[in-house]
């Protein structure tokens, strides 16, 4: 009997290992894909304008993401996603992708990366503020040090300040506003749904930006890349829902910040920039606070469940 026991507790741990491996898998291609999806974006920032990278991206996105919510069903829902909170999620949405593609074209990619590690800090003092979520002083000094990590990024005061870089702290207000009312939509709206509703709005937004660009016919190279990026953001999103649902949120979000590695790597090998030291302390500083902010938070929701 008691060897029964200990054969059934082996295999239980080799399949919560086995989850907790997918999961951590689909968060790497999360963050590959996304910071792939970004660095095509950045190819196109020199010829391409602003407001028609995003229309184009965005138009890409949502033909991809209505396609798959007809096939899976979900577009059944789309009437119960009009409610004011989803126009406040797709104003985030689209000043997001407005703020970081005005920015990633005009500031190394690994910097630019580096700053938007700042999202999750900002996301947890948001829901603070507007959700009254239980925030103790441990998370607050991390908001706090990530702050600083994300000034050693930014250099504000220095010759090496670049003013785009304000567009970036843009990017992580828009996603944080994104994301906070994400949380408060109904939880049975699919996530496909609420993709294609916003997307569609920030192409919408994105479009009033022909009445004082120059837009451009796309060449056929700019038109692929764009395609590529909104392929990636869909299968981006897709594969954190799976990591989410599929394993241990506490084991599995610290593989987020991933991507700054890929951005490293690309931002090198692609354009030749590497980060300065100020630059690398700030990001470190960055991902050790952003972290210890989760740990800290999955320590607050056991102690709140026993």
Known sequence: MRGLQEEHKSNVVSAVSTHSVKAIGAMVLATIAFTFGDAAMKLIAGSVPTGQAVFLRCTGSVLLVAIAAVHSGAIATIRQAFVPLMAWRSAGDAGS??????????????????ILQL????????????LGANVGWRRWAAIGVGLCGALLVIKPGTSAFNIWALFAVGTVLCGTLRDITTRRLDSGLSPLVIMMISQAFAALIALGFAAFESWVWPTLAEAALIAFSAALTLAGHL??????????????????YAGIIWAILLGLVVW???PDALSFAGIAILIMAGIYAFQRERRARAADKS
């Open 119 to 130: 999202t999750p800090l900002a996301l947890t003092a948001a829901s603070a503020i507007f």
């Open 239 to 256: 594969w954190v829902i799976a990591s989410i649902r599929g394993g241990d949120i506490a084991m599995v979000a610290p593989f987020r």
């Open 272 to 274: 030749g920039e590497l």
């Open 97 to 114: 992708a407005l703020f970081f593609q005005a920015a990633v074209g005009r500031m190394p990619f690994a910097d630019i990366m580096g």
